[in-house]
């Protein structure tokens, strides 16, 4: 089984819909679980940061993190063209030794 | 604001070649890295610098050398380069090293023929 499980896509959605991202996880060490955004041709940038279980919220954006489940996804809330982009999963035990598992991205559009 | 700037963009290599692949941060971030992305694999880590003086080994290592003389500095050097080794590289570096936020770069785009 690999480390970090991400569904690739590609994920198609009509503007205004809801949007679920997911990722599963082996490694009971982690502990620092994020999603990056990344667009074409760009490269990652930090969306959602959070440490250990539960649920963070910013603006149309909502993570969550089952550590019981090894599981955590990503909801975005009336979904807008621009949210067209890869969605990456990553997590880490944390340490001097860091090292940031990412998932294989989930290719989502938006089409208005 | 320029965060991390990567050097060159986009580069077509023979097989064999020496390529260093640039990378510099003018926020002082004590750690630094080298990921590579492909269709299917993701992204993958290549070396790592804690702080400036020090490096390790990550994922995919072979084949690949860095060094990191000073903070903001952290190349990437393909000493002969084989075709897979085509892909996108990108350099990110973080102010915590144990978990925190990375910043990446926009890529190197490199193809090996």
């Known amino acids: 089984q690999k480390e970090v499980e991400q569904d690739p896509g590609p994920l198609s959605v009509p503007e205004g819909a809801i949007v679920s991202l997911n990722c599963t996880y082996s490694?009971?060490?982690?502990?620092?679980f994020m999603w990056y955004r990344q667009y074409s041709r760009k490269g990652p940038e930090l969306l959602m940061y959070?440490?250990?279980?539960g649920n963070k919220e910013d603006g149309r954006f909502t993570a969550q993190v089952d550590k019981s489940s090894k599981y955590i996804s990503l909801f975005i809330r009336d979904s807008q063209p621009s949210d067209s982009a890869t969605y990456l999963c990553?997590?880490?035990?944390?340490?001097?030794?860091?090292?940031?598992?990412f998932g294989k991205g989930t290719l989502l559009t938006v089409n208005p | 604001i320029a965060g991390i700037t990567q050097a060159p963009t986009s580069q077509i290599l023979a097989a064999g070649r020496r390529m260093t692949l640039r990378c510099t941060q003018d926020?002082?971030?004590?750690?630094m890295y080298w990921y590579r992305q492909d269709l299917g694999l993701g992204l993958r880590l290549i070396h790592y610098s804690n702080t400036a003086g020090t490096t390790g080994k990550g994922e995919v290592p072979d084949g690949y050398s860095v060094s990191r003389a000073n903070t903001d500095d952290f190349p990437l050097t393909l000493a002969s380069a084989v075709p897979s080794q085509t892909s996108v590289y990108f350099c990110?570096?973080?102010?915590?090293?144990?978990?925190?936020?990375?910043?990446f770069g926009e890529g190197s785009r490199l193809t090996v023929l």
């Open positions: 490694n009971s060490a982690f502990q620092y």
């Open positions: 990553a997590m880490s035990a944390g340490g001097s030794n860091y090292k940031l598992t």
């Open positions: 926020m002082r971030h004590n750690a």
């Open positions: 959070t440490y250990s279980s």
């Open positions: 990110a570096s973080s102010a915590k090293t144990g978990a925190g936020e990375l910043f």
